[in-house]
């Protein structure tokens, strides 16, 4: 009797150990022994109710893309020597065919490896691509070409144990050390007196061409005007010769009827011919 009453309470001690725990859809699941000559030992399972007896684990890895946004900063040095720290988010999903192999690597869940190894492989490689570039070189363009690099370094690390980079990001503005500050015032400084410069010189070029070309147009129409004149005055001389009759008929149109009341030695009284 006492031995029955001795099972019942280990049971209902054992039952009271283990419970239900669930697998959501888009996640993959692993159960992890605890104790035991099979500890670590995993077997994955899928979306629904999973039994979780007292010396079992269940860890679950979401198989959609996650984002991640870290708080701190990461810090890098470039080739001359200059540090600089950048926010970055990164982009990144679990291979579901290898939520086994990812366990083994890590030995803990999604949230924990984004946490510190997933965050500690992206300082790495920024720190290792960064000292080959220069600050000026990172500064005029280089921000994408180091983002970039970095990508394809973690991904070729990552990629084979079950986690695969998507995209990395930079997240607001760089933190620059105050010299390198003022030397980019500077030179954006420069760069504006330099555009302006430029700007006042197109004017300058403008407002002469449409002095020039003022100029050619008023030269364009007294030439036009002289030509339609001498033109005009060669029509009418080759009338005149062709018909004389009409400077007598201008000369009857303008006289008044008047002979001249003073005339000088020799000269004589105007007269028309009249047939």
């Known amino acids: 009797m006492k031995k029955g009453i001795i099972a019942l309470v280990i049971v209902a001690s054992m039952t009271m150990l283990t419970g239900c725990e669930y697998v959501k859809p888009g996640e993959v699941g692993i159960k992890v022994n605890k104790l035991g000559d099979d500890k670590g030992v995993g077997e994955v399972v899928g979306v629904g109710r999973q039994w979780i007896g007292w010396n079992t684990t269940l860890y679950t890895f979401p198989t959609f893309k996650q984002m991640k946004s870290y708080e701190d900063a990461f810090n890098f040095q470039m080739s001359d020597g200059t540090a600089i720290g950048y926010h970055i988010g990164v982009t990144y999903k679990v291979d579901p065919t290898k939520v086994t192999t990812i366990f083994q690597t890590y030995r803990k869940g999604v949230d924990d490896i984004t946490e510190t190894d997933l965050?500690?492989?992206?300082?790495?490689?920024?720190?290792?691509?960064?000292?080959?570039?220069?600050?000026?070189?990172?500064?005029?363009?280089?921000?994408?070409?180091?983002?970039d690099n970095s990508l394809k370094a973690i991904q070729t690390e990552m990629g084979p144990v079950g986690i695969q980079v998507l995209s990395l990001s930079w997240m607001g503005k760089p933190e620059y050390p105050p010299s390198v500050i003022e030397s980019i015032n500077a030179k954006v400084t420069a760069n504006q007196t330099t555009l302006q410069r430029e700007q006042q010189v197109k004017q300058k070029e403008a407002e002469a061409n449409m002095v020039r070309a003022q100029a050619a147009g008023e030269a364009d129409a007294k030439e036009t005007l002289a030509k339609?004149?001498?033109?005009?005055?060669?029509?009418?001389?080759?009338?005149?010769?062709?018909?004389?009759?009409?400077?007598?008929?201008?000369?009857?149109?303008?006289?008044n009827g008047t002979l001249p009341q003073y005339m000088t030695s020799g000269s004589s009284t105007p007269f028309i011919t009249v047939k």
């Open 119 to 147: 965050k500690q492989k992206i300082a790495d490689v920024l720190i290792k691509q960064a000292s080959h570039m220069t600050t000026d070189r990172f500064i005029d363009g280089g921000k994408t070409e180091l983002l």
């Open 228 to 255: 339609a004149d001498a033109e005009s005055i060669r029509i009418r001389g080759e009338a005149l010769r062709q018909n004389p009759e009409v400077m007598q008929l201008e000369a009857i149109n303008k006289w």
